[in-house]
């Protein structure tokens, strides 16, 4: 026994660094994920294969699961599909991996789970934390990740942002983006910016990267619902006549 103690304390001590390790960093928001909303997904999609998709494979899902968030396969063909005829390909790109350690320095990784891997949280805010570096090779840094490789690919989007150091109510210095160019979804009102466009499509692209992640959570979500729904109408009489019954003598 004395033993098993001594080993759990050895675990504790182990994983306490590690702990505090993870409290490091900022803080994340909370994505607002819905993947219910079936337009919010649909603009997320149609995000991801103009601007994600011409560097980034998702090998793991199909075109034609798009078709659980409510889109057409002509429509599906006619506006998603850039990199492939065959809507039941995967969603890959012409890229090849040789090519890409060449024009980009490493190949990028494949999004199919990525935001299993990260967390929803974590991906939106890694979207809307790019700011300029003129360290970078690129000229871009990210706030989450730090020396992250890629560029911002939606700057003229966001603009630009800078990590400044300012001081909060209770007087601590803390590293803060802050918008100094706007961008097309953003804008300054008297001096404070207002990027609330900017961070909706940032959360229509997070909602849409973990649907890819699951396709099959959506419909798995409608069945168990109806079966809820439908064991709720099946038991509530039984319980109720099974109640007066019960209770029939007693009263």
Known sequence: MKKQIRHLLAALVLVLPLAAA?????????APIDIQDTESLQR??????NYCLSCHSATAMRYNRLTDIGLSEDQIKKNLMFASDKI???????MTSQDAKTWLGNNPPDLSVEARARGADWLYAYLRGFYRDDTRPTGWNNQVFDKVAMPH?????????QLQSVKNSEGVVEQKLVLVKPGTM???DNGRANTVEFDQRMADLTNYLVYMSEPAQVKRLQIGYGVLMFLALLLL?????LKK????DVH
């Open 237 to 241: 009489p039984l319980a109720y006549f």
């Open 186 to 188: 953003t804008k300054l």
């Open 44 to 49: 997320g999609a149609q995000i991801f294969v």
């Open 245 to 248: 019954e019960f209770w029939r």
């Open 88 to 94: 039941g390909d995967t969603m890959h790109v012409a």
């Open 22 to 30: 993870a409290e490091e960093g900022p803080v994340l928001p909370k």
């Open 153 to 161: 690919v939606l700057w003229q989007w966001q603009g630009e942002q």
